[in-house]
């Protein structure tokens, strides 16, 4: 990724920027898979994760 931004910015940042980054980038997308598990209305998700729902008992579906 350190290359990658290189390139693409033409600057170069320390690494605890980089750590930052990727850190960043895993806790939005990690939060946007869980988004859509857990409160999806598309049948096919919230059919498949319907029980599991209703088992942490804090994410209401009807």
Request: net charge negative; charged share 10%; aromatic share 18%.
């Amino acid at each position: 990724m350190e290359k990658i931004a290189g390139i693409v910015t033409g600057v170069t940042l320390p690494e605890i920027y980089y750590f930052l980054m990727k850190s960043g980038f895993f806790l939005i997308f990690s939060g946007a898979i869980l988004y859509l598990l857990l409160f999806a209305t598309y049948p096919p998700i919230h059919d498949v994760f319907h029980d599991f729902r209703h088992s942490l008992a804090i994410i209401p579906c009807h």
